[in-house]
C-alpha cells in the first residue's frame, strides 16, 4: 500500500477531499500523517475525524526552519511517507526538506502558473480582470510556486462573477482535480489499485 503525508496550515478543505475521495474508490493507498504548522487549524479536527495521525508543531519552538524539517522527517519516516501533498501549507519548503523528499513533493496553486504565485492568488488573478483563471498541481522546488508544472485545469471568468464566486469555482476544481493527480502520481489505476 502506498503512503503519503498531507501538510496542510489551515481548514483543510482539500484535505478532506483528498481523504474523502481515497476512502470512496478504496485506493490501495492511504494518508499516513498530517503535518500541520498551526496547532490549533481545523484541518486536525478533521484528521481526528478521519483517524489519521497528525504532527502539529510550532514553528517558533525550534531554532530554526531546518530543524523543525529535521522533526518532520522524523515523523515522516515513522510512517514510510513516499509522497508529500501540500494542500493549504502555507510555508515555503526549506533545503532539509527537499533533499530528503527531493522530487516527491507536491503543491496545488490557485492559478494557472507561473501567472500569480504567491498569496492571494485568486485575488490577484480577480484585480488583474483575466477571463481565465484556474489551479495548478506542480513539483515543489526551492522557489515560490515555480516547480515543473504535472497538470493545470482552467474555468472562465465572466462579467458576472465576484472574487467569492471564483473561490469557490476555484476550490471545486481544487477538490476535484488534486485526488486525481495524486492517484496518478502514486502509480494507481482509475479502480484506485497499483497499476
Known amino acids: 500500500m502506498k503512503k503519503f503525508a498531507v501538510f496542510a496550515s489551515g481548514n483543510g478543505s482539500n484535505f478532506e477531499a483528498i481523504v474523502t475521495r481515497l476512502k470512496e474508490e478504496n485506493w490501495d ?5 498530517l503535518v500541520c504548522d498551526k496547532p490549533q487549524a481545523k484541518v486536525i479536527e478533521r484528521a481526528e475525524t478521519f483517524h489519521i495521525p497528525s ?3 510550532e514553528p517558533k519552538s525550534y531554532e530554526n526552519k531546518a530543524a523543525f524539517e529535521r522533526a518532520i522527517i522524523e515523523q515522516l519516516r515513522l510512517h514510510d511517507v513516499e509522497l508529500i501533498v501540500l494542500a493549504g501549507y502555507m510555508r515555503l519548503i526549506g533545503d532539509t526538506l527537499l533533499q530528503a523528499y527531493g522530487g ?3 503543491n496545488i496553486h490557485p492559478s494557472l502558473l507561473p501567472a500569480f ?3 492571494d492568488a485568486v485575488g490577484q488573478a480577480y484585480r488583474a480582470g483575466v477571463k481565465v483563471a484556474g489551479i495548478t498541481v506542480h513539483y515543489v522546488d526551492e522557489g515560490m510556486d515555480t516547480g515543473p508544472i504535472i497538470a493545470q485545469k482552467a474555468i472562465e471568468i ?3 462573477d465576484t472574487l467569492e ?3 469557490q469555482r476555484i476550490h471545486k476544481l481544487e477538490h476535484k482535480w488534486y485526488p486525481i493527480v495524486i492517484k496518478q502520481l502514486l502509480g494507481l ?3 484506485g489499485e497499483k497499476a
Open 29 to 33: 493507498a492511504s494518508v499516513s500523517l
Open 55 to 57: 504532527f502539529a508543531f
Open 104 to 106: 516527491k513533493i507536491i
Open 117 to 119: 504565485p504567491g498569496i
Open 158 to 160: 465572466d462579467e458576472h
Open 165 to 167: 464566486t471564483i473561490e
Open 189 to 191: 489505476n482509475n479502480r
